[in-house]
């Protein structure tokens, strides 16, 4: 109960509620409690609710995060450029930081993806996040994702990016023209 009603909370961003809430007693569900409010808040890019979480769970920070390894997949989900930097300045990007590259692009925040370039975090290897945008049609994000460095994976040197943009469909003629002219 007490899980859910500060998901909710963190959600829609009621610091004053969440408030209200730690004052009753988490007993056993403290640690419940603490991952989701924080998973919840970094999905709606709440950066107050992450600083209440900061204070409130203090102690058991480090656990917390470790028990939610997908924090910063969620804050770049959220397209929230300041909950990525956030989270991950908090110590809640130490784990699962390659996931986080196709969160970016599920967000289809161009700003996301370049702060998690910015931020210098592991690039997965396996072309998940080019593939990822292909199949949302975030068309925007696939010269900037070449751009930023991430690794196409084999799965590209199998079938190229140009034919799959275009078994894709409806992709612009000026991307089909830059993905034609890299080859």
Do not use: K, N, Y
Not at 111 to 121: D, K
């Amino acid at each position: 109960m007490l899980s859910s009603s500060g998901a909710s909370a963190a959600r829609e961003g009621h610091v004053a509620a969440l408030t209200v809430l730690a004052r009753s007693p988490w007993g056993s569900d403290v640690d419940v409690v603490a991952v989701r409010v924080l998973e919840a808040a970094a999905q709606a890019g709440r950066v107050e609710v992450l600083a209440w979480a900061w204070e409130a769970f203090r102690s058991d920070w480090d656990a917390a995060c470790a028990r939610s390894p997908g924090l910063l997949t969620w804050a770049a989900r959220s397209g929230s450029v300041e909950a990525i930097r956030w989270v991950h300045s908090h110590g809640g990007g130490g784990v699962g930081q390659e996931a986080a590259w196709s969160g970016a692009v599920e967000s289809g925040c161009q700003a996301a993806v370049e702060v998690l370039a910015e931020l210098g975090g592991p690039m997965p290897s396996d072309g998940s996040p080019f593939a990822r945008a292909l199949e949302l049609r975030e068309w925007a994000l696939l010269p900037l994702l070449h751009a930023q460095g991430v690794p196409m994976g084999r799965w590209a040197q199998e079938r190229p990016l140009l034919a799959r943009a275009l078994e894709a469909g409806a992709a612009p003629a000026s991307l089909l023209q830059g993905l034609a002219g890299e080859g």
